[in-house]
Structure formats: C-alpha cells, structure tokens
C-alpha cells in the first residue's frame, strides 16, 4: 500500500473496510477494538474541549467568538480537525437546554471530545432522544432537566458538527481556568450530563 | 501537571494502558509522542492490531518486522515530502495489512474493493448538508 499516496480520506476508508472484514471474519470483535481505542482515548479526548469551555467561562469575549465561529475560536487554541467540518457551539442558558446527537450515524465533534462513545452511536439513543428527549436524560441518563427550560436537539452531520456549552456552575466566581477546566465533563458537552459538583 | 497526577495509574484502564505500552514501546516510534492520535482512524489502525495480536493472528515480532520494513521502504524511496510525506500510521496500516494478508487471513485485492465500496457510499444523501434548525424541540411546560 506504500506505492501510492493517500488521502485522509482514502486511508480512513480502508482503516473502516479492513475493520469490518476482520469483524465479519471473526479474528475481532467490535467490542475488543472499543476497549482499546478506551483505553487511549484521552489521546484525543474531550480534555481538549474542556479546556475550550474554561476559556470561555473565564474569558467573555471568547465566548463571543466561540459562539459565532467555532470552528475559528477552537483555532485559537490550536484545536482542530483536518477533515474541515463546521463546528458549532450551543451555549445553554438558563431556559435552554442542548443536546446533541447524530440520527443518521456518528458524527461527532472529536476534536474536541475525542471519539463518540458507544451508546452514541446507538440507533437506540440516536431515535429516542430526538422522540423525547426530556425523558431519555431523566430515564437513560438520570439527568433531570427542570419542566421550566426547554430541551433542544442537534443533529450533527458531516458538514456541521454540534457540541454543548453547558453553563459555568454557581459558586465559581474568581475561579482560574485552570481550575474550571476540572469542572467540565464530556456528558455535559453532548448534553447528555451535567458539570462536575463544584467542591 | 499537579504531582499527584504524576502517581502510576493503578485502576483497571492504568494497567492495561501499561501491558499494551509495554508492547508497543520496542516498535520503532515506540516513543509515546510518536504514537500519539491526531485522526481517529489511527486510534482504530492501532486497536486493532493489538486486538488481532491479542486474538493470536500473529507474533508481535512478525507485526514489528513488517513495520520496520514499511518505514525502511519509505525512507528508501528517497521520501520527497510534499509526494509522500511521512505518515507512521499509515505504515502501521501497511504493516498490519502485511501481517494479515502473509498468514492468508486478509486478501489485498478484497479489501481495495471494500475499500472502493465505503468510499462510494455516503452516510446517507441528506447526510453532507448542514441541518441548521434543532430537529426536536421538548417545549419548556
């Protein structure tokens, strides 16, 4: 395969092909390759969009930026993808509540959160949480959204990927990022979950 | 980084991170800033040719030798950088590929036509367009 170059693209497409032979094969189970990918995912996990919302509960007029271009404001920082895709940040508020989730597939904004999770890519999440979402956070994941917020629902695809700024948690004042970034969990990034408890 | 975070991973995920460090780190580029992921499909390459290791498709030996002929290949060829610049994932592929399809696991000539197959099919074809509104709304009560 050395004798020509490849596309990200192209590669990543064979990557996904010699997967599913070695699969159908039975030398692998999907499950195997989950465990290990788990076990390094922090490689390219969701500490870096941690770090993208600490920066923008400290810092305002980042949040600004990140708000209106993502994609850009992530830049900043230096975190990206190479495939291109739009990212879009939906900040929560307190009458808003986001969540996000890709019905066709998986798409996910991994450079920021790293590789989706299981249950993710899950047809069953994928058409609940569109059909009733309020009851899939309070049932599935034990997260009650107050009666009072409204519950909104992203769908990510390859062109325009999603992901969650979920609000700075009370008792934080004159926190340092470093600090914030602790708070910040990947579920509360889907929607899915909420911030750490502040100590 | 706060020294208490510097302490050995002692939890389940810690020790299985160190037994496949411990395999990977006499690989050439087994230094783990060479191996870090920045495509998701290097994550997956990476898996599974631990997890096929670990299925007993072949000696880790034979994995190394076949990555070290990858690499060897390419810095042979003269490496212009802007035709062919350096990928070590894509050797890892290579490697793994060769390992595979040397025991007649993996027929080269199958999987450039899956290949060909998942290149060909989009995810679906409402799928490569942006969906601008959110597509489910549980009103506020």
Known sequence: MTDKIRSQEEIAARVKALESMLIEKGIMTTQAIDRLVEIYEHEVGPQLGAKVVAKAWADPEFRERLITDATTACKELGIGGLQGEDMVVVADTDTVHNVIVCTLCSCYPWPVLGLPPNWYKDPQYRAAITREPRTVLKETFKYWIPDSVEVRVWDSSSEMRYWVLPQRPEGTDGWTEEQLVELVTRDSMIGVGPTAAVA | ?141
């Open chain 2, 1 to 141: 980084m706060a020294p208490e975070l510097e302490r050995p991973d002692a939890t389940e995920l810690g020790n299985a991170r160190r037994r496949i460090e411990q395999l990977v780190s006499d690989l050439p580029g087994g230094d783990p800033a060479e191996r870090s992921f920045d495509q998701p499909w290097q994550i997956r390459a990476f898996a599974m040719a631990v997890a096929a290791y670990q299925e007993r498709q072949f000696e880790w030996s034979e994995f190394q030798l076949s990555l070290i002929s990858s690499i060897r290949d390419w810095e042979a060829s003269g490496a212009r950088e802007q035709d062919d610049p350096w990928s070590y994932y894509q050797h890892w592929v290579a490697a793994l590929e060769s390992v595979l399809s040397g025991s007649g696991l993996l027929s080269e000539a199958a999987l450039d036509e899956q290949t060909k197959q998942v290149l060909a099919l989009p995810p679906n074809r409402n799928h490569h367009g942006p969906h601008r509104e959110p597509i489910a709304v549980d009103q506020a009560r």
